[in-house]
């Protein structure tokens, strides 16, 4: 007996049609009462998704890539560059969608923008600004030592502006 099936019948239970007369319209009647009770979707929460998703784009690439990076070294040093060229093609995608979605949160925020909300929102524009200079000057850069040390003020910069927009948003 395994849970409420026999060994016999329970291999027979997944082997049944999915869309049986009874199961659809039951399913479907589930789904559509899960439409229509869910928040509803707004443009802010566009806004916010848009904004975010750039965010894990430009934030979670770095990290991803600097994970990457030893193993590219070891197995195809040549790699590291069209690599990190293409790395850098969708992230500054996702940089410019920041800075569009960016402008459009400070818009739909502008009542907020005083006190420790703002002080809160220029240190974090200050985060954005030093992270795309880092990256951009990490793609200009030399030397391995001045790629390492713009790769890592870039992420953690990035980083800083991650935790305080969460902290924007009352998280």
Known sequence: MVGRFSAVSFPAFFAKPAAEPHVLPVFLTIISYCFATMLPVSLDSVRL??????????VGGQI????????LRRV?????????RRFGQVAWMAFAVL???????????????RGSYAATLWVKLAAVAIS????????RSRTPKSRATLGMLTVLTALGALFLGIELSGG
Do not use: E, K
Request: aromatic share 8%.
């Open 49 to 58: 998704f848009l904004h975010v998703l750039a965010a894990s784009v430009w």
């Open 64 to 71: 991803t890539v600097a994970g990457l990076v030893p193993v």
């Open 76 to 84: 195809s040093p040549d790699a590291l560059r069209p690599v990190g």
């Open 99 to 113: 800075i569009v979605t960016g402008i459009w949160n400070v818009i739909a925020v502008r009542s907020q923008l």
């Open 132 to 139: 795309g200079v880092a990256a951009w000057a990490h793609g």
